[in-house]
């Protein structure tokens, strides 16, 4: 069939269906690839730094029990720090048990102190970081073993 315009057909002229629907189908997953990754840099810094507590929670309860030392967790607004009895306060930067600076704005942090034993925690203690966006729950079991809760 002639066109107006010499050497173009009718089929050359636009693009099928099938083509439109494939190429939108591969935008929504960009898009959704995309608004995954831009979730909300403070949520994501809560849930990194609850997963850190706890991992510092489970190392600070086994340096607790080989040292055959007392160490306890005391932290406020501004930051958190590990304190080992009879082992200087200064520490490298390399120390996972060093002081740290919160990463994000705190409101409160209830209870300010956790002590870890050669023996395990008589109770469970549950630990709540409240922020401006959420409150942060890690929960302390009797072995020492932390979670962040849900």
């Known amino acids: 069939m002639r066109t107006s315009v010499p050497g173009i057909s009718d089929r050359a002229r636009g693009f099928t269906l099938l083509e439109t629907l494939v190429v939108l189908a591969i935008l929504g997953v960009?898009?959704?690839?995309?608004?995954?990754?831009?979730?909300?840099?403070?949520?994501?810094?809560?849930?990194?730094?609850?997963?850190?507590?706890?991992?510092?929670?489970?190392?600070?309860?086994?340096?607790s029990r080989l040292r055959s030392r007392e160490v306890v967790w005391r932290a406020?607004?501004?930051?958190?720090?590990?304190?080992?009895a009879g082992v200087e306060a200064a520490r490298g930067n390399d120390d996972p048990l060093r002081p740290r600076a919160w990463p994000f704005a705190v409101d409160a942090v209830t209870p300010g102190e956790v002590r870890f034993g050669r023996e395990p925690l008589l109770t469970a203690v549950d630990i709540r970081i409240a922020t401006p966006g959420r409150t942060l729950t890690l929960a302390i079991d009797a072995l020492g073993d932390a979670a962040v809760k849900p």
């Open 76 to 84: 406020d607004r501004r930051g958190y720090r590990f304190d080992v």
């Open 30 to 63: 960009v898009v959704g690839t995309v608004m995954v990754s831009l979730a909300p840099a403070e949520t994501r810094r809560v849930d990194e730094e609850g997963a850190r507590l706890a991992a510092l929670f489970r190392l600070a309860q086994d340096e």
